[in-house]
């Protein structure tokens, strides 16, 4: 599979019911029932902004929900908040933050026309990887994120972004600037900005990458948008009928 290639995803944790009641559903029947009890984002912000379900919360200053605008299609999926996100309560003000702006500026896009949030909503103690039950008491969260803001697009950058996301265990090296077909939104994987900065910033063959899959994601957003497909009519019961 070449890069820039689409590639459809049959994932057991998505099924035959990827959407329902018109929104994506990536985790098992326990998280839907769990993210389906908030009624509006804002009622999932709230609980998030007080959650204390890991071990998580004795460390942060503040929780980090997300930043941007929840009505653009474009959806960016990191790991976890570092120092700065813990100080500021917004995800990517550090450094890869900055590469982050850099790079939507690149391709005419700003914070206003995206959402940035993360798979972890606390910061882990040294900016170490989330641990899996960690991953677990956010999960509903962010599967709340995406119901009901609904983006087009989903860009995961780095490992952990991508794995929760395609539930699978895949390399982002093998993976990035490939776009995956889920149930009717685009999953485009590339490096997050820290590994990019890290392994040697604007002269990193990483870096190149990362312009790459930049130009992809403005060639999907720049696609005509897939119309939904139209509702069957609803087919009365003998049961019903027999109410009038």
């Given amino acids: 599979m070449g890069l820039g290639g689409k590639v459809g995803v049959d ?15 990536f985790f098992s029947e326990e998280v839907w029932r769990r993210s389906v009890t908030w009624q509006t984002l804002a009622e999932a912000r709230d609980e998030a902004l007080g959650c204390t379900k ?22 960016f999926v990191g790991e976890a ?35 940035i949030c993360n ?9 170490r ?12 969260f962010l599967e709340a994120q995406l119901r009901f803001i609904r983006p087009r697009v989903v860009v995961t ?36 900005p820290a ?10 063959p990483a870096f190149k990458a990362l312009q790459d899959d930049f130009r992809l994601i403005a060639s999907v957003l720049a696609e005509p948008v897939p119309e939904a497909p139209a509702e069957e009519p609803a087919v009365e019961t003998a049961e019903q009928e027999a109410l009038f």
């Fill in 11 to 25: 994932s057991p944790s998505l099924g035959a019911a990827g959407w329902r009641d018109g929104t994506l559903r």
């Fill in 54 to 75: 890991c071990r998580l919360a004795g460390g942060r200053t503040q929780v980090v929900w997300m930043d941007g605008n929840p009505e653009a299609p474009l959806m």
């Fill in 81 to 115: 908040p570092g120092f700065h996100e813990d100080r500021q309560g917004l995800p990517f003000v550090g450094a890869a933050g900055q590469l982050l702006d850099t790079m939507l500026g690149s391709i005419g896009l700003d914070r206003s026309r995206c959402t």
């Fill in 119 to 127: 798979v972890i909503k606390c910061r882990p103690p040294g900016n």
């Fill in 129 to 140: 990887d989330p641990m899996p039950d960690e991953i677990e008491s956010c999960r509903p």
């Fill in 157 to 192: 950058l780095g490992n952990f972004a991508t794995r929760f996301i395609l539930a699978k265990q895949v390399s982002i090296s093998r993976v990035r600037g490939q776009r995956f077909e889920i149930n009717g939104l685009t999953v485009i994987p590339t490096f997050h």
């Fill in 195 to 204: 590994a990019v900065l890290h392994g040697g910033g604007n002269a990193s």
